[in-house]
């Protein structure tokens, strides 16, 4: 059969279409739009009218590709931006009243998908899962079927960018020291030992990947790459970092996103993190699947 998962986050929309065949998926189809629903929101503020139309657009759109695609089911989810903000309850209304049905996920909810998604293709075995999005970021230990631990962390990229780094880019010095000692802070409530194969998800894992790896960004990281690249992108400026190869959407904010891996990685004492295609939406399809 034929699925189709939307995944609204907080800087992206995303969509996959993909033939499922037991735990096999097939992607048929795979779109992003960077609408920034999250912009501006922090706790408990409300989203922006304008990010609104941009994101509703968006998931319609993309919604409507899932049809043609021959989707015979489409499972639309939201995470932190619509689990935040005052105001979620009118976000949802714009989408029913284009014909989608949202479903907003808890933290816990999202760190399992992103686990399930994110170990996909892995062979048996313990496995961290770490998935840096937007407004939040999820880190979630496993073996097997059976998620062991996991947390939702108000770490994403942002979240941060908005929060440390206000102004021109490059940020000085000094915001960058607040930015760093805000996720040390973050991460101490996450166990040191987890055990087993570090995974990477999401946009940030994604591009850093691309960056270090353009043909073939699968591609293990090792630590002391991921830290390079966190000390060189919070020196330039987003059209430097558009030259880089960097997506369009993401160029304001992977600078923070790779301070976030980065600082993950020290603290879990780990020495590369294998970055994987598959994440939230695949979970969401293996789920829906079962």
């Not at 790896?213 to 699968?218: E, G, I, S, T």
Request: hydrophobic share 45%; net charge neutral; aromatic share 4%.
């Amino acid at each position: 059969m034929i699925l189709a998962a939307i995944d609204i986050g907080s800087n992206t929309v995303k969509l996959l279409v993909a033939r499922v065949e037991g735990r096999k998926l097939s992607p048929l189809k795979e779109e992003i739009a960077y609408t920034r629903l999250g912009e501006g929101i922090g706790e408990g503020k409300p989203l922006s009218a304008e990010a609104m139309v941009r994101t509703v657009d968006a998931a319609v759109k993309f919604a409507a590709a899932a049809r043609e695609a021959g989707a015979s089911q489409t499972v639309v989810t939201a995470t932190e931006a619509a689990r935040n903000a005052t105001n979620s309850a009118e976000f949802l209304h714009a989408c029913r009243s284009r014909g989608l049905e949202v479903r907003v996920l808890s933290g816990e909810e999202e760190a399992r998908l992103s686990w399930l998604g994110g170990t996909l293709d892995l062979p048996p075995g313990p496995s961290v899962v770490l998935d840096v999005g937007g407004g939040s970021a999820e880190i979630t230990a496993g073996d097997g079927e059976i998620v062991t631990w996991s947390t939702r962390l108000p770490l994403g990229a942002v979240r941060l960018r908005e929060r440390f780094l206000v102004g021109a880019a490059p940020a000085r010095p000094g915001a960058w020291t607040l930015l760093e000692d805000h996720v040390r802070a973050a991460l101490a409530s996450v166990p040191p030992d987890l055990p087993g194969t570090f995974v990477g998800v999401g946009g940030t894992v994604a591009a850093l990947a691309k960056l270090a790896h353009p043909k073939d960004p699968l591609l293990p990281l090792p630590a002391e790459r991921i830290a390079s690249m966190a000390a060189l992108l919070r020196t330039l400026s987003p059209p430097q970092i558009l030259a880089l190869g960097v997506p369009w959407g993401r160029e304001d904010i992977i600078a923070a996103g790779a301070a976030i891996v980065n600082l993950a990685v020290q603290h879990l004492h780990r020495d590369r993190l294998i970055p994987v295609a598959t994440g939230l939406r695949f979970g969401l399809l293996r789920q829906l699947a079962e």
